[in-house]
């Protein structure tokens, strides 16, 4: 038998409830404010019943007043009980119906990309630099490097994940930021390593928006009333902080050796510049290097989904069973054409070369694969909108890609607060298209990724940028 001193510490701690956690503590309060209804209810219900009802109305003696005051109170209580678990499940109803968001990459033209920088508070944008959202306290470069080759990572994309009234004042803006490693080496099948995601808020009242809200895009191209003057210098390939400047002519940033080496054949004739007139021109407002990905404006939709989309998908074992037997005489033609472009499909995600494959070879191979019912699913979701890059349901449950790859039923706690972290967004895969990197071989790849964030939106110092967690799938 275990002693008390042989149990894990981290046993121990889900002995007791955290409560720096939001829920708890909402909890905590119900839990009081219900204690109290409960005894106030019924004692006040008999006082006023017995003594003024039953006794000075009707004229009963005071035993008999007291036990038809106990009756009625004990009916008030379940009563309460009924109306607070009426309003507890309907709660429940309406965060399980909440709609889940899409995003989708939009293009646009060179001379509409400054829509996406910090001042207008772009809704979404994916590739190029970051429009970081406190653009002074940025997240440092080691942040910044990938967990398994230690390289600089590539801005990804950032969504505006504002939860309205239900975030704390402290978080009127609210940011989510993501880089991806550019080396294909470092994407490995179910394993975010070359993933990172941060957290960035703002209150209403701050120093780079106005209370009123951002400025609008629609008037132009606009200079940022607001920019600073002393804030941190920008990497010149990859937009994030830079502590290093070239040795020749002190003006240009870099966050590390490697994206210096990136831009110095351009900028050795800005170096030259430098030498003649004193300074650099100006910058294209819009400069494109090889390193970033092509820019995108997100836009965000709510998904529509057909009540018998999942009719027909079935997990029960006897169907498995029948399936390992070999007895498909169930099974219509229709069906069977549906496994195999579903296996098809499979396998030309991940990457594999089948074109040596023969249909004989695909009805066999699909015939000994276990029904994946997870997969079955995201493909039917993913049908309904092609080119999804990005699925949001805050507080909801991740879409599975597959059942062949587990997804962490209990994920780490908030690294500020200990509040424990939830489900947020999700990136699917047709955003592997738009930033150009999805191509037979080794190559960045997912089937899915998803990105669970504190659940209290717990404060950051100096309003700068927490890590979240980030869970990748693969179909393997």
């Known amino acids: 038998m275990a002693t008390p001193s042989s149990v894990p510490p981290s046993t121990m701690a889900n002995l007791f409830p955290n409560f720096r956690d939001q829920e708890v503590q909402s909890a905590v309060k119900n839990l009081l404010a219900y204690s109290l209804v409960i005894l106030i209810v019924p004692l006040a219900s008999m006082f006023l019943l ?33 109306i607070w678990l009426l309003a507890a499940t309907k709660q429940e109803d309406r965060k399980k119906h909440e709609p889940v968001h899409l995003g989708f990459g939009v293009p646009l033209e060179l001379d509409e990309l400054y829509r996406l920088r910090s001042q207008f508070l772009p809704l979404g944008k994916i590739g190029g630099k970051p429009s970081w959202l406190n653009p002074k306290v940025l997240p440092k470069s080691s942040d910044l490097l990938c967990s398994v080759c230690e390289k600089p990572m590539c801005f990804l994309m950032q969504v505006c994940a ?15 930021f993501l880089f991806v490693c550019r080396n294909p080496g470092c994407s490995r099948p179910n394993d975010a390593s070359n993933l990172k995601a941060f957290r960035c808020q703002l209150p209403r009242a701050n120093d780079f928006y106005s209370f009123d809200g951002p400025m ?19 990497c010149k390939i990859c937009g994030c902080a830079a502590a290093k400047k070239c040795a020749k002519c002190q003006v240009a940033r870099y966050c590390s050796q490697a994206h210096q080496v990136i831009d110095w054949p351009q900028h050795k004739l800005e170096c030259a510049e430098v030498a003649v007139n004193g300074s650099i021109s100006e910058e294209p407002k819009n400069p494109r290097n090889a390193f970033v990905f092509k820019e995108f404006e997100v836009e965000i939709g709510q998904e529509y989904m057909p009540a018998n989309l999942f009719d027909g998908i079935s997990d029960d074992e006897e169907d498995d069973d029948n399936e390992e037997d070999g007895n498909d005489d169930d099974e219509t033609e229709e069906e069977k054409k549906a496994r195999i472009r579903d296996f098809e499909k499979f396998l030309k995600e991940n990457k594999e070369k089948n074109a040596d494959m023969t249909k004989e070879d695909l009805d066999a191979a699909t015939a000994e694969q276990p029904k994946d019912i997870d997969f079955d699913k995201f493909n039917r979701l993913v049908n309904l909108n092609p080119d999804q890059i990005v699925r949001y349901k805050r507080y909801g449950l991740p879409l599975r890609a597959t059942g062949r790859s587990e997804l962490p039923e209990v994920v780490e706690p908030c690294d500020l607060c200990g509040s424990p972290r939830r489900f947020e967004m999700q990136l699917m895969p047709h955003l592997l298209s738009l930033i150009d990197v999805d ?10 990724v998803y990105v669970f964030t504190c659940s209290a939106s717990c404060e950051i110092a100096d309003y700068g940028y927490a890590k979240e967690l980030v869970v990748k799938q693969d179909f393997i």
């Open 439 to 448: 191509a037979i071989g080794q190559s960045i790849d997912w089937a899915s």
């Open 216 to 234: 609008n895009p629609d008037f132009g191209d606009v200079p940022d009333p607001r920019a600073l003057t002393d804030g941190p210098g920008l």
């Open 162 to 176: 504002n939860g309205g009234e239900s975030d704390p004042p402290h978080a009127f803006h609210r940011t989510l």
């Open 50 to 82: 017995k003594q003024f009802f039953f006794e000075a109305l009707l004229g009963f003696a005071s035993n008999d007043a007291l036990t038809y005051s106990a009756i009625i109170a004990v009916i008030l209580v379940h009563v309460v009980l009924g």
